[in-house]
């Protein structure tokens, strides 16, 4: 198998991933779940972070792909147009559902239920 279609396969199924552990987090805040799984969405945001924030928010296979393959070599299955928005809208993603738990225990509060 070609190098560069493994890492194109990895890269999108772990964006895949990552926005499915988003929206997963943002259920859970919203409805006040807690569990396994959620940890295993926690576990799964902060490997990425480990990985992306040292490098200025730079996903290290997209750095390795463009040193390798040249810049313009599309590092997933995504297409460049939409591949450019993956980090900002991860990033909302992950701020929203941390800003729905303060959010949440501020309603239930308000109504009684806290």
Known sequence: MDLLFAIRFFHTVLIVW???C???????HATGRRGKLLTVAY??????????VPLNFRCPLTL????HYGSGVNDGFIPLAIAQWVMPVGLVLLSLSLLIV???WIYLRRAGRL
Request: aromatic fraction near 18%.
């Open 102 to 104: 303060p959010v949440r």
């Open 22 to 28: 988003f929206g997963y987090m943002i259920y859970a």
């Open 64 to 67: 390795y792909v463009q040193e």
């Open 18 to 20: 990552l926005y499915c």
């Open 43 to 52: 576990a799964s945001v902060a490997l990425e972070g480990l990985a992306v």
